[in-house]
T-cell receptor
Framework: RKEVEQDPGPFNVPEGATVAFNCTYS??????FFWYRQDCRKEPKLLMS?????NEDGRFTAQLNRASQYISLLIRDSKLSDSATYLC???????????WGAGTKLIIKP | DTGVSQDPRHKITKRGQNVTFRCDPI?????LYWYRQTLGQGPEFLTY????????KSRLLSDRFSAERPKGSFSTLEIQRTEQGDSAMYLC?????????FGQGTRLTVV
């Protein structure tokens, strides 16, 4: 089993819809969780950190479920510009290394 | 620009040649990471520095790969005797806490 797993998608979603995807992690002692966005042939860019209490940034909401060991990302009122690959990253407990999922590809259609 | 900087952005090399990439992290960041990413995959950890000390190296990193961070500032990643399987995007990231910020990457193509 991979340490961090994501549904690769693609998720094909009409513009304006709400979409959500999850990321599961295997190490119950993991402390920090992140969502990054990666556009084609570009570097990953931090979208948001995921806090225990959950957090929201505009149309984006991230949640952490420690009991079931997953994090989620919800995008409301999706825009064409939201089309990208969304990577989750989980902090490796022994150092500050991040363990990455393979990403979920999101395609927003007009 | 005060972000992470990588050089070159693109590199095409013949199989068997050596290549070296450079990463300049965000200046106040003491941690520096190298990752490799291929199409459809997440970043794959290669190695990690805290200041000038190389604290961890992936078992996936063969002895053809070496990385340095001599003064705890910029870092270099060298690949000797390149193979076609080395073709990938090589990403550098830096952090001062848990959040990592990436450079734009060096795309290596081995022909």
């Amino acid at each position: 089993r991979k340490e961090v797993e994501q549904d690769p998608g693609p998720f094909n979603v009409p513009e304006g819809a709400t979409v959500a995807f999850n990321c599961t992690y295997s190490n119950s002692a993991s402390q920090s969780f992140f969502w990054y966005r990666q556009d084609c042939r570009k570097e990953p860019k931090l979208l948001m950190s995921v806090y225990s209490s959950g957090n929201e940034d505009g149309r984006f909401t991230a949640q952490l479920n420690r009991a079931s060991q997953y994090i989620s990302l919800l995008i409301r009122d999706s825009k064409l510009s939201d089309s990208a690959t969304y990577l989750c990253a989980v902090n490796k407990v022994s150092n500050y290394q991040l363990i990455w999922g393979a990403g979920t590809k999101l395609i927003i259609k007009p | 620009d005060t972000g992470v900087s990588q050089d070159p952005r693109h590199k095409i090399t013949k199989r068997g040649q050596n290549v070296t990439f450079r990463c300049d992290p965000i200046s106040e960041h003491n941690r520096l990471y190298w990752y490799r990413q291929t199409l459809g995959q997440g970043p794959e950890f290669l190695t990690y520095f805290q200041n000038e000390a190389q604290l961890e190296k992936s078992r996936l990193l063969s002895d053809r790969f070496s990385a340095e961070r001599p003064k705890g500032s910029f870092s270099t990643l060298e690949i000797q005797r390149t193979e076609q399987g080395d073709s990938a995007m090589y990403l550098c990231a830096s952090s001062s806490g848990t959040v990592a910020f990436f450079g734009q990457g060096t795309r290596l193509t081995v022909v």
